[in-house]
């Protein structure tokens, strides 16, 4: 099956999302064919917006019933796939990589996608869901909530010898960003739950995810609910599903971790009985059945259970466990027999590592890499036993640890001309951690070549042919260190990196390094840097060079390649915005003027331009480009310029006054970043405009306690501030 064989029908079901429908929606676009957007009944501009992106709009009366809905959007699907988002979904890919690509040729009924739902800025938990599967017929959401079309691709997978049906998308996640409103959404499904199990007190699925709401939200109705459904399932004895499994589950996690006694016994019995019954195929219920035999020191019976939990494969295929989750049945295992067992049986344990291996989809490598990480004294028991053959699977990871890299390591790779005033800082502050420099100069009149040979540069000389990136190749191909380091002349390292560079490039496995580039603005800006994720660090391999006349890019040949990638807190100070250079900024746009022409879909050129507009004071022009950026279909840019372009429109509609759109650009970015303090700030004045002057305040209140980060002015906030804190005692007496 060839790529463009593969056809995908987005569908999405939404009210009121305009803060978050067209980043949701311009992050998947180039992905699919058609967008089918289910609309519930929003009063705001999602519709407009949606059609904006081509949608094909339904209007549905809500029913309070979330499968019911899916399943009306996927009824109207024409294409061979369904990928079902929420519009706080991200979806987050190299640009050079394509979901498509992926499903050419797959026999799989689905596709698992790694969801990353965020609990604050920089936490977020790791779900793999079934989101992406083929449009048949017998495909459907089930649940009022919790939706999901698990059972009935089973039932298919089940009656048509499908024994693995399922398979997962590589390279890609969605941001997700609906948890960090958790609690507005878990009592809308609170709720929803209620009415449900008051409607079928016999439905235990509903009964389970009532109390998964609760025990989120920390509900002292949880165990009053919990008890009245395990009272439920003994009274009525329901068919075995895995409701009730999690049911059990979770009643013998709350006998244990509240000392219930009373109900220690009925929990254990109960659960045999269940663990029986599912062939101990479900860790969820069999780990707290096995702490209780740990408890009672029948340490010979958990050994026992854990095993046959194992051997079956710990879980159901379909059953998404975090990786701890999954191995941690091994960990116990082995320190079990270790510790409690003899030292025959702990050889014979290892020898069958490979036969309970089987059914959990983990290798050896995996189970014994967790526990090296986190019992090395276990790790060193289990390896002695290993045989050869199981020593060379394991790699390094049982190897002492090799004589470091003697040859150079790191290379500094700069083009200069004219840099006599910068180069001696630049050059300064990586003198002492990069191994050798290389300087190629276009040709410089002043005492450049001077400054570069103090510091021992090797200089090659090359004649200016309009493109960065055959400057940039012709430094690399002379560079001998492992890593490669990009350093402009207004550029240098930032003291607090010295150490953390050369640890970083020593230690990642990575081929790609993103720095913290911190760009210093001019003084008449309210704030003094902004920060954004850059390359600026990468393996020495031929594969890896820079593409792009002006503004050059190293990403697209690295992803290529199949190049990782891996962040640092590096941080490389830019000087270069200070001063507005505005003949280095029209040299820039006619080099960009003339790859447009040849490529006027380049997003990440188009942003490059709006940004050279905006360095122009050419607002109008910024805008354009930027917008263009953002809105093409075909882009090619990563979510931190997305941020950035989000912030630049923002600051551009403030400066004109505009404070809806600076509203709605302003949360966009904070989409991307919600440390963005100038977005923040942004987001505040236009809220204070439209006359929230309380939630104003407490974000500029937020932007004060980080002020020593972010280096915002806010003098004229203090002393908003200040008037505020005066008013506000005479309102408590008012009230």
């Given amino acids: ?51 904006e992106f081509g949608a094909v709009i339904y209007h549905y009366v809500w029913n309070d019933d979330f499968s019911a809905a899916r399943n009306f959007a996927i009824q109207q699907a024409t294409k061979e796939w369904i990928f079902n988002l929420d519009a706080d979904h991200i979806l987050s890919m190299h640009p050079e990589l394509s979901i498509k690509h992926q499903l050419s040729g797959t026999k ?25 599967f083929r449009n048949n017929l017998g495909f459907k959401y089930e649940g009022i909530i919790h939706e999901h079309p698990l059972k009935s691709i089973r039932e298919y997978a089940t009656k048509n010898n499908i024994t693995v049906p399922f398979g997962s998308l590589a390279e890609c996640w969605l941001n997700h960003s609906g948890h ?19 409607k079928e007190d016999d439905n235990f699925h509903y009964w389970f995810k009532l109390l998964l709401t609760l025990k989120a939200l920390g509900d002292k109705r949880f165990s009053e609910n ?39 016994e009925k929990f254990y019995n109960g659960a045999a009985i269940i663990n029986e019954k599912t062939k101990w195929n479900d860790i969820r219920l069999v780990w707290p059945y096995v702490k209780i035999s740990i408890m009672n020191k029948n340490y010979d019976k958990a050994i026992d259970d854990l095993t046959k939990c194992i051997k079956s494969g710990i879980a159901p295929s379909h059953v998404v466990l975090g990786r701890e989750e999954r191995i941690s049945p091994f960990f116990q295992l082995l320190k079990l027999v270790n510790s409690q067992k003899t030292a025959a049986e702990f050889v014979q344990l290892i020898d069958n590592l490979p036969e309970l291996l089987e059914k959990t989809n983990l290798d050896l490598t995996s189970v014994l890499g967790f526990i090296k990480q986190y019992d090395q004294e276990l790790f060193e028991a289990a390896y002695l036993l290993l045989n050869p053959d199981q020593k060379n699977q394991l790699g390094d990871l049982g190897k002492e640890q090799q004589p470091a890299y003697t040859g150079p390591l790191v290379s500094l790779c700069m083009i200069v001309k004219n840099e006599e005033v910068d180069l001696k800082r630049c050059l300064n502050s990586v003198k002492d ?16 070549l001077k400054v570069a040979q103090s510091f021992g540069a090797t ?39 010295l150490n953390r560079l050369r640890v970083q490039v020593k230690e990642t496995e990575a081929d790609a390094i993103n720095v913290v580039l911190r760009n210093y603005q001019p003084e008449e800006d309210m704030v003094t840097f902004l920060d954004e994720k850059q390359v600026r660090l990468f393996l020495n391999k031929a594969d890896h060079r820079y593409q792009n006349k002006v503004h050059e890019q190293i990403i697209p040949s690295i992803a290529e390649h199949s190049g990782k990638f891996s962040e640092s807190e590096i941080i490389i100070n830019h000087y270069g915005y ?41 607002w109008d022009k910024a805008a354009e480009f930027l917008t263009k ?31 809806p759109a600076a509203q709605k650009y302003a949360s966009a970015c904070l989409r991307f970043n919600a440390k963005n303090a100038m977005a923040k700030y942004i987001l505040a004045i236009t809220i204070m405009y439209d006359g929230n002057t309380e939630k104003a305040i407490k974000l500029f209140q937020e932007l004060k306690k980080t002020q020593h980060i972010h280096k915002l002015d806010l003098s004229e906030v203090d002393r908003l501030l200040q008037v505020f804190e005066a008013v506000k005692p005479a309102e408590k007496v008012l009230n």
């Avoid at 093409?632 to 941020?643: C, D, L, S, V």
Wanted: hydrophobic share 40%; aromatic share 6%; proline share 2%.
């Fill in 578 to 618: 200070q001063a507005n250079n505005e003949a280095r900024a029209k040299r820039n746009l006619n080099l960009l003027e003339d790859e447009l022409r040849e490529t006027p879909q380049d997003a990440y050129l188009l942003f490059k331009t709006g940004e050279t507009y905006k360095a122009l004071k050419q």
């Fill in 1 to 51: 099956m060839k790529n463009n064989a593969v056809t995908i029908s987005l569908c999405m079901i939404v009210k009121n999302e305009e803060e978050n429908l067209a980043l949701a929606l311009g992050s998947i676009r180039k992905h699919v064919d058609e967008i089918i957007i289910v609309d519930t009944g929003s009063t705001d501009d999602t519709v407009k917006i949606a059609r």
């Fill in 180 to 198: 960090m409103d958790t609690e507005n959404k878990l009592l809308r499904n609170l709720k929803l739950l209620q009415a449900a199990t008051k």
């Fill in 108 to 132: 799989y009924l689905g596709m698992m996608i790694d969801e990353r739902s965020y609990i604050s800025a920089d936490k977020y938990q790791s779900l793999d869901r079934l989101l992406l």
């Fill in 226 to 264: 919990l008890l009245n459904a395990v009272y439920r399932v003994e009274k009525k004895n329901p068919p075995l599903t895995e409701a009730i499994v999690g049911i059990w589950g979770m009643f013998g996690d709350w006998v244990i971790l509240g000392s219930n006694t009373d109900s220690v």
């Fill in 629 to 659: 950026a953002i809105s093409n279909p075909q882009g090619n840019i990563t979510n931190e310029i997305k941020e950035i372009i989000y912030l630049r429109l923002g600051q551009i509609e403030l400066a004109r006054d505009n404070h």
């Fill in 459 to 497: 200089i090659i000389k090359f004649v200016w042919n309009g493109s960065f990136s055959d400057a940039r190749n012709i430094a690399l191909e002379q560079a001998k260190g492992k890593w490669i380091l990009h350093l402009d002349a207004d550029e240098e390292l930032d003291k607090s990196s």
């Fill in 433 to 448: 951690v990069v191994d050798e420099i290389i300087i190629v100069d276009t040709g410089s009149e002043d005492d450049t």
